[in-house]
């Protein structure tokens, strides 16, 4: 599992190293979720 934290603050390094293990991050897709739960959590 991955550590949400290492995800949201090193997304490309997380990413870079799945893909040394042959795994592909979409690394656009998890932005964009990040940064909607951003905004809906500051709207609270």
Known sequence: M???KLLRN???E???T???RGLQLDVAAVA????KAQKN???L
């Open 2 to 4: 991955l550590d949400p």
């Open 14 to 16: 997380v990413a870079a």
């Open 32 to 35: 964009a979720v990040e940064e």
């Open 18 to 20: 799945l893909a040394k």
């Open 10 to 12: 090193q997304l490309n």
């Open 41 to 43: 959590s500051d709207a």
